[in-house]
């Protein structure tokens, strides 16, 4: 980890007094017009900027017309390589703000680029938007689907832009693919599978508390989740696998392609019903989210199968990472974020996709023209797919430790695809010589729910899971 040097911590600073000064007089939470002519620039804030924030940082600073004036991060000690790669590109060192309601009320201020752990995403996008900022929010939007869902509704009031960071769908190559199979190609397609076969290997056992690193202001960083003591070796990345800040890895990398999965078969809306099964298997260690999972998702006609696994695995279909959409006349296998192979029923090659895209470009465009119609993520198909994530792991959550055996999985098995799924997941962890007596998988519960509503049907306990309790000074806020 880079400590920031003496140097650029009083640029920094002294970037800051500057654009808190322009900022002073302006009243907290109030929206301002952020639409500006082409030729002006636009002002960016990057806040969480130690893993996928860096990208962010880079990504606005290859956009015409465009300033990164801020950084903002709760740890002082990572952000040493976004404030050099600003400083190279712009000539001066952008501010840097630790805390994050400090940034928001900058008044020269445009966007916000929200890159921190998956629990302050929403509420940051929340925050933001309601200063009158324009947003970009990493995957997940959300940590539980209430949280997601006000994210929409704020969008909406205050007329922000607010794109998810589902960069697929800026991908020209998979966009052509997804049309093709929504115009019928392979005959009206009803399933879909999304893979994350991402190796992911112990994150260590600790016997106590782990000393948290002085450069962090622990209180910003739990933000909206408990402030308990760290239980893990590593504060930074681990939290992907702790429920008060991390989904798993179907919230982490999975939330790609089951944005991927959702959009192809079309549904503008969460599915009837999910059930899931999984289990954090071949480690003990501290992580807590699922490493090996099978999440089922019912809509109706259609089907949506989702797939993790984080020990050795071969591909399916040619695909680890990636997508397998299958109707009558063929199939769609997605292996990437550009590249999509159509293959006829019998596995010949009907036609193959491939080119990339810029999907900071695209905000930026939609920021520009105020349209959001022009945002290919909008922040609903960022809090749908997202939503489903969640919703699989309430499932997974909600259930009794088991053997794995098809009798026991309450129909599941039934469903389209899951004989195969059940099959290769069986084969796949005899390679890895899980024994099932040892390991036993988690079987979730089998929970309705309601699209419209977008609550449980009939399990009050199911909905507790919807949402969380959030620390005083770091609530999201009710729908009024």
């Not at 801020?70 to 002082?76: H, I």
């Not at 729910?449 to 999201?476: C, I, M, W």
Request: charged share 25%; hydrophobic share 35%; with cysteine.
């Amino acid at each position: 980890m880079r400590q920031i040097s003496r140097r650029e911590f009083a640029q920094a600073s002294a970037a800051l007094a500057t654009a808190m000064a322009a900022s002073s007089g302006s009243e907290a939470g109030s929206p301002q017009e952020t639409s500006k002519p082409a030729g002006e620039k636009l002002r960016v804030a990057v806040t969480g900027v130690n893993g996928r924030g860096l990208d962010h940082v880079k990504g606005f600073l290859e956009q015409p017309g465009v300033e990164v004036v801020a950084v903002c991060d709760a740890d002082e000690a990572v952000i040493g390589n976004a404030m050099k790669a600003i400083e190279k590109k712009q000539g001066k060192a952008p501010a840097y703000v630790k805390d994050f309601r400090k940034l928001v009320e900058m008044k020269d201020l445009d966007i916000v680029s929200i890159a921190t752990p998956n629990h302050w995403h929403s509420l940051m996008a929340i925050w933001a938007m309601r200063h009158g900022k324009d947003v970009y929010v990493e995957k997940p939007v959300s940590h539980n689907v209430f949280e997601g869902r006000r994210a929409v509704e704020v969008a909406r009031e205050t007329n922000r832009i607010c794109q998810t960071g589902t960069q697929v769908r800026s991908q020209p190559g998979i966009r052509q693919a997804i049309a093709d199979i929504q115009g019928g190609k392979i005959g009206p397609v009803d399933l879909a599978i999304g893979l994350c076969y991402k190796p992911r290997g112990s994150i260590g056992l600790t016997m106590g508390e782990t000393p948290i690193p002085q450069s962090i202001d622990y209180n910003l960083w739990c933000g909206p989740s408990p402030m308990v003591p760290l239980r893990r070796k590593r504060l930074h990345y681990d939290w992907h696998w702790v429920w008060d800040t991390g989904n798993g890895d179907l919230g982490n990398q999975g939330i790609h392609q089951m944005d991927v999965a959702r959009w192809g078969l079309g549904e503008q809306k969460l599915s009837n019903a999910v059930f899931s099964i999984g289990g954090r298997v071949g480690y003990k260690d501290d992580g807590q989210s699922a490493n090996t999972q099978v999440s089922v998702f019912d809509y109706g006609a259609k089907t949506l199968i989702f797939e993790v696994r984080g020990l050795p695995t071969p591909d399916y279909r040619g695909a680890k990472v990636g997508n397998v959409f299958v109707g009558p006349e063929g199939s769609l296998v997605i292996a990437g974020y550009n590249n999509a192979t159509l293959f006829d029923p019998q596995g010949g090659k009907i036609k193959e996709y491939k080119g990339g895209g810029d999907h900071y470009a695209n905000f930026l465009k939609a920021v520009r023209s105020r349209k959001k119609e022009m945002l290919h993520a909008d922040i609903l198909e960022g809090h749908l797919s997202s939503a489903l994530c969640h919703l699989g792991n309430i499932s997974y959550r909600l259930g009794k430790a088991e053997n794995l055996e098809a009798g026991k999985l309450g129909g599941i098995d039934s469903s389209r695809g899951m004989k195969d799924c059940l099959e290769r997941l069986q084969t796949h962890l005899e390679a890895n010589k899980i024994n099932q007596s040892e390991w036993p998988f988690q079987i979730g519960r089998r929970l309705k729910f309601n699209p419209q509503t977008e609550k449980f049907v009939g399990d009050s306990e199911a909905d507790t899971h919807l949402t969380r309790e959030y620390r005083k000074g770091f609530e999201v806020e009710a729908k009024s």
